[in-house]
């Protein structure tokens, strides 16, 4: 499979219609019951990146803290971090809303039905993240919102039911950075037949 994590990239600009088009990939994405739960959106400016990288990162900080993590290894983090999503050419935010989900009275359907939005988020993803391969792309989903979503949401003064989840890095690969070992698939670890 040609897609693979790359986490290194030459410093040229993403044209905003190749952006446009990653998007559009991930929108073919399947989805519970015709919905579309996803809202995404596209970070090519300085000041955009600058504004997630600083938001998320303050939470992390207090998380961090919160966990006792010495203040040299927090700025160490945070810092990494921050060079990691400002230096990317492009980023791709994608968030949740309940737009078209349906409603339930109780919480563990309400759990169920947030749960097949993030399920259609990660395969919106995922084809976004193909699309970028096909195209020549690099690109690598990074955790960080989905621990943060306010203060994502906040940082980039979205509305307030956009919920970020998943954030893509996207770029031209640097041709000097080697993917990591994909180890073998353990298949008979991974699944078993009846
Ligand atoms: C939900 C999710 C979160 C991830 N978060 C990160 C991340 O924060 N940083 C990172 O470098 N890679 C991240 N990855 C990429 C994985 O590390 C990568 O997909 C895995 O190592 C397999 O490598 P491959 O994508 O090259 O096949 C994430 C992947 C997923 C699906």
Known sequence: MQRRSIRAFLPDAVDRARLDALVEAACLAPAPHHSRPWRFVVIDTDAGKHALADGMGAQWRTDLAGDRVSEARIDELVSASHVKLTTAPALVLGCLTWDGL??????????????MALLSLGAAVENLMLAAADAGLASCWVAAPIFCPEAARDALALP???????????????????????PAVPLDELRTTR
């Open 102 to 115: 349906d409603r339930y009275p109780d919480e563990a359907r309400r759990r169920a039905e947030w749960g």
């Open 160 to 182: 307030a039911e956009w919920l970020p989840h998943a954030l893509v890095l996207v770029g031209r690969p640097d041709p000097a950075y080697v993917a990591r070992e994909r």
